[in-house]
């Protein structure tokens, strides 16, 4: 399954000249949302995950996905893999679980993103199902920014990936982009205009 492809085809993947929040440059913007929108692309993508996650043979009682971004991949993997779907989300910035949702001593806890940058605010969700008594099995994403390495691939764990190291990370795709300081962008070098992506402001 060609996943860049899938990512493409669904404007969630866009190749330009782009102004990211930071204010660096790329090439490339990932809109992650964007793949979610037709749901059979999303148990197309999940399923595909839920087989590596399968061939692994981990155990699984519980996927947990941090709201907002994490939510409709983590419901999607659950389905796929037969278990119970959970979500944290932000209360006054602090992660937490509410809504009646219980977690129970020993419960094997899969936490599942859309997509894993330095894996800071599934680790902050974790945290809150291990002080419930949860123990965090493993961590899921469809697609992984590059920072931190993810079975089956060979890149390397960056210093600013905050996954631990002895829980398998399971995702379907690599996507690593340059970035650029706008000094030295080679795009700007040859003569375009960086755009902010999501012009209206998203
Ligand atoms: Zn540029």
């Not at 809109?31 to 995950?49: F, G, I, R, Y």
């Not at 993810?150 to 890149?155: A, D, G, P, V």
């Amino acid at each position: 399954m060609d996943i860049k492809e899938i990512y493409m085809d669904a404007d969630a993947l866009l190749e330009g000249h782009f102004k990211l929040s930071s204010g660096n440059h790329s090439q490339y913007y990932l809109q992650s949302a964007k793949v979610l929108e037709d749901p059979k692309t999303v148990k197309l993508l999940a399923d595909e995950l839920a087989k590596q996650i399968r061939a692994s043979g981990l155990k699984i009682d519980t996927v947990c996905a941090p709201a907002l971004g994490g939510l409709i991949a983590g419901f999607a993997l659950a389905q796929a893999l037969d278990c119970r779907s959970i979500f944290a989300e932000r209360v006054n910035g602090e992660m937490s679980i509410r809504r009646g949702f219980e977690i129970k001593e020993g419960e094997r806890v899969l936490m599942c993103e859309d997509i894993i940058t330095t894996g800071g605010s599934a680790m902050e969700a974790a945290r809150v199902v291990k002080s419930l008594g949860g123990v965090i099995v493993g961590v899921a994403a469809l697609a992984n920014r590059g920072f931190c390495k993810r079975e089956n691939s060979n890149l390397v764990t960056k210093a600013n990936c905050k996954l631990p190291q002895d829980i398998p990370f399971f995702a379907l795709e690599d996507f690593t982009f340059e970035i650029h300081s706008p000094d030295t962008c080679p795009l700007c070098k040859d003569g375009s205009e960086a755009i902010k992506p999501g012009s209206r402001g998203n």
